[in-house]
């Protein structure tokens, strides 16, 4: 079926940014001039520009007009198992942001809940079962750069000094110290990865616009058994995934 007007303009000009043919900063031509480009009503140029302006690609400025939206430095996320596996006690997240001249850190909330049937299943757990969920937001010197919320059963972790994730001992060190610290190994790290819109939720502890992509890195912990998932929301325009994956 032919695309509303709308949608084949709001292509072209999305086709633009990402060629670089309107770089962040430029501004947008007026309704009135991409109506007649394109040969339709103000209307239909209007509802162009109000989808990539949901979308985070453009962005209006009162009294000026229509402006590509300067993104945030892209920044690489480091995918390595290795590199999480070598017994380290602080967090991975930490230890990427230093190795990029940041300060890591993240606030963090935990309560007990009852796992979904998507959570029960990836942690191999009987759906209603006792989790704790712990939902983050992991900043960059002190700006909000991805969220996550994780689930681990309590049928491990209750009445041990890793029952909080962000409490006691070992707070602040990575899930695989954290076990290690139980007598649980961790041997295995398993990732889904998908891409979807943003929620109305994570745009605001993001700061991202309604309409932003982000994508979803569905990521499980296991060795005997799965001791913990997590759903991890990035942005895809605050970081690239770069993946290191030993070759035996």
Request: charged share 30%.
């Given at each position: 079926?032919r695309?509303?007007?709308?949608?084949?303009?709001?292509?072209?000009?999305?086709?633009?940014i990402?060629?670089?043919?309107?770089?962040?900063?430029?501004k947008?031509?007026s309704?009135?001039e991409?109506?007649?480009?394109?040969e339709?009503s103000d209307?239909?140029a209007?509802?162009?520009?109000?989808?990539?302006?949901?979308?985070?690609?453009?962005?209006?400025?009162?009294g000026s007009?229509?402006?590509v939206?300067?993104?945030?430095?892209?920044?690489?996320l480091?995918?390595?198992?290795?590199?999480?596996?070598r017994?380290?006690?602080s967090s991975?997240?930490?230890?990427?942001?230093?190795?990029?001249g940041?300060?890591g850190?993240?606030?963090?909330?935990?309560?007990?809940?009852?796992?979904?049937?998507a959570?029960?299943?990836?942690?191999?757990?009987?759906?209603?079962?006792?989790v704790?969920?712990?939902r983050?937001?992991?900043?960059?010197?002190?700006?909000?750069?991805?969220?996550?919320?994780?689930?681990?059963?309590?049928?491990?972790?209750?009445g041990?000094?890793?029952?909080?994730?962000?409490?006691?001992?070992?707070?602040?060190?990575?899930?695989v110290?954290r076990?290690?610290?139980?007598?649980?190994?961790?041997?295995?790290?398993?990732?889904?990865?998908?891409?979807?819109?943003?929620?109305?939720?994570?745009?605001?502890?993001?700061?991202?616009?309604l309409?932003?992509?982000?994508?979803?890195?569905?990521?499980?912990?296991?060795?005997?058994r799965?001791?913990?998932t997590?759903?991890?929301?990035?942005?895809?325009?605050?970081?690239?995934?770069?993946y290191t994956?030993?070759v035996?």
């Open positions: 079926m695309q509303p007007a709308y949608l084949r303009i709001a292509d072209d000009l999305r086709r633009r990402v060629e670089g043919r309107l770089a962040p900063g430029d947008v031509p309704r009135h991409l109506a007649r480009e394109y339709v209307r239909v209007v509802e162009a520009v109000r989808l990539l302006v949901a979308e985070g690609y453009l962005e209006s400025r009162s007009g229509t402006y939206r300067r993104r945030p430095q892209l920044r690489r480091a995918r390595s198992w290795y590199r999480e596996s017994g380290r006690s991975p997240f930490r230890a990427d942001m230093e190795s990029q940041l300060t850190t993240w606030r963090s909330s935990s309560e007990t809940t009852s796992a979904s049937p959570v029960a299943e990836r942690l191999d757990i009987p759906e209603g079962a006792e704790m969920r712990t983050y937001t992991f900043l960059a010197d002190d700006q909000p750069v991805m969220a996550s919320t994780s689930w681990e059963p309590m049928e491990l972790t209750r041990t000094p890793v029952m909080l994730p962000e409490e006691g001992p070992h707070a602040g060190a990575g899930v110290a076990m290690r610290a139980i007598g649980l190994e961790v041997s295995l790290a398993t990732e889904v990865i998908t891409a979807r819109s943003i929620l109305a939720e994570e745009a605001d502890i993001l700061n991202e616009p309409g932003s992509i982000v994508m979803v890195i569905q990521r499980t912990y296991s060795g005997d799965p001791v913990e997590a759903d991890i929301v990035v942005p895809v325009d605050r970081y690239e995934l770069a994956i030993p035996d």
